[in-house]
């Protein structure tokens, strides 16, 4: 083609050729707007960085009952060969849980967990309504939450709260209604550990005098963790948490050179995770992954 | 496209959808015909960066919707973009629905033809970078002969120069990199 053109020609074609400050500004343009909107690509879609793992004698009928007490969605059911449920994901206003049957590897454990709701009374008296047993009746708390507890027939606790001195139902810098909540012998050893393992950042700590951890809310990538050191009734509960990160292997090496015990080793799995295992010195067991695409939850 | 260009293009594809920031390199490669096919339909400069703007902004944010039905991803944007350049003209009185791609996919002729040119629009980065400056100001940037001595502080004679060098040097590559 190119022969046929001559020098004025040639100046013709040019002549629409692009701007490079429109070129690069459009660039700009697109890269805002992709930062802006783009969750983590190694978290798997459907799930943030954190979601708890619950382990429980009768999934199904924890399902039936988070379905009732909290208006929880089943997004994800995946029986085994004997009905139990090997893993389930369900949904409580866009916070993720994901469920499975206790087995001999991982038997159940209950865990606890810290729910935000526009109206506390309504869903702590539901709760009870539909078979949980009362930890403590709903109480203004000094941390600003209108707040009851109630424990469910599988033994997981729900801290049930509606904050009221903001302007939403959630204390600032929480943007999810689902946290775990750990209650911790060494709770400031722990925030460390978290640090170094995964570069967990603090939201808030609130220190006794004496400089024990009263409450401490941690960031995980978009999620958050909660926990208290462990004292009275509010003892260990060590649980399964589900962590994306986006590196699975050095995640996984830093956690067992901050002193977490390895479980399983980083692999490839057939859902398109990469995933590995470990165990903190304080027994939660830390599903770590990367996602690498694949199937979708 | 050959097959390694095929499978490259694929696996960028793949990692855009899996990531939208990941858009950019798909952006870089496309620029200029996405840009080409504009500019071969719409005249005024301003509404030709407005559209490919547009085209842009819709290719990402549709982008999961794309799928291999043995048609480059090239296809696709120029059919976003014959969308665009119609609801211009045409008046966007009715908000087009992404999945209706209509019109059908342009003449093999006119991709052939924006295909060339876009290659010719990367050719002016490879050139050497007082030639390259000159193409840019000149054409680029709609600068005259005076204009652009004026911003490299050379003289008039001296840009005529460079222009009508780095004229040439396009044309000859054009012709070597026929295939």
């Known amino acids: 083609m190119a022969e046929n053109f001559t020098l004025d020609q040639m100046a013709a074609l040019l002549a629409g050729m692009p701007s490079a400050s429109f070129r690069s500004k459009l660039r700009t343009e697109l890269e805002r707007k992709t930062g802006m909107t783009t969750k983590a690509s190694y978290v798997r879609p459907g799930l943030t960085a954190l979601t708890p793992y619950l382990i429980v004698e009768g999934a199904a009928q924890f399902i039936e009952f988070a379905k009732q007490a909290f208006g929880a969605t089943e997004i994800l059911r995946m029986p085994g060969p004997d009905g139990r449920i090997m893993h389930a994901q369900i949904d409580i206003a866009g916070s993720a849980i994901e469920v499975a049957d206790g087995n001999d590897r991982y038997p159940s454990r209950p865990a606890a967990l810290h729910l935000y709701v526009p109206d506390s009374g309504e869903v702590y008296r539901r709760a009870l309504a539909t078979g949980a047993g009362s930890l403590y009746p709903l109480t203004a708390q000094p941390y600003g939450e209108l707040e009851g507890s109630v424990k469910d027939s599988f033994g997981n606790h729900w801290y049930v709260g509606t904050y009221q001195q903001g302007m939403g139902y959630r204390h600032e810098g929480l943007t999810q209604d689902v946290t775990a909540y750990l209650h911790i012998e060494g709770a400031g050893r722990m925030i460390e550990f978290l640090k170094a393992a995964f570069g967990a950042r603090e939201i808030l700590i609130d220190r006794t005098p004496d400089g024990a951890v009263r409450h401490a809310k941690i960031r995980l990538g978009d999620s958050a963790l909660e926990m208290s050191e462990a004292h009275g009734q509010w003892q260990p509960m060590p649980c399964g948490l589900h962590l994306y990160v986006e590196d699975c292997d050095a995640a996984f090496e830093r956690a067992v050179a901050a002193g977490a015990t390895p479980v399983s080793p980083p692999a490839d799995q057939f859902y398109g995770d990469r995933a590995a295992e470990v165990a903190d010195p304080f027994g939660n067991s830390w599903f770590i992954a990367t996602f690498k695409g694949g199937v979708q939850s | ?179």
């Open chain 2, 1 to 179: 496209m050959n097959d390694p260009e095929r499978e490259r293009e694929e696996r960028l594809l793949e990692a855009a959808q899996r990531d939208p920031r990941r858009f950019g390199e798909l952006y870089e490669r496309h620029f200029e015909r996405v840009y080409a096919f504009i500019a071969g339909r719409v005249k005024e400069r301003a509404v030709v960066e407005d559209l490919t703007a547009q085209v842009f902004h819709r290719a990402l944010e549709n982008l999961a919707r794309f799928e291999w039905r043995g048609k480059p991803f090239a296809s696709w944007l120029y059919r976003i973009a014959a969308n665009a350049i119609a609801d211009h003209f045409h008046g966007a009185a009715r908000e087009r629905s992404f999945d209706d791609l209509e019109p059908a996919a342009a003449p093999e002729r006119e991709i052939e033809q924006v295909e060339w040119r876009a290659r010719l629009f990367r050719m002016v980065e490879e050139l050497p970078p007082d030639q390259r400056h000159v193409i840019g100001l000149r054409f680029g940037e709609e600068k005259s002969i005076r204009d652009t001595a004026e911003r490299l502080q050379r003289s008039e004679g001296a840009v005529k120069q460079l222009q009508m060098r780095a004229l040439r040097t396009l044309r000859a590559r054009m012709e070597g990199s026929r295939g």
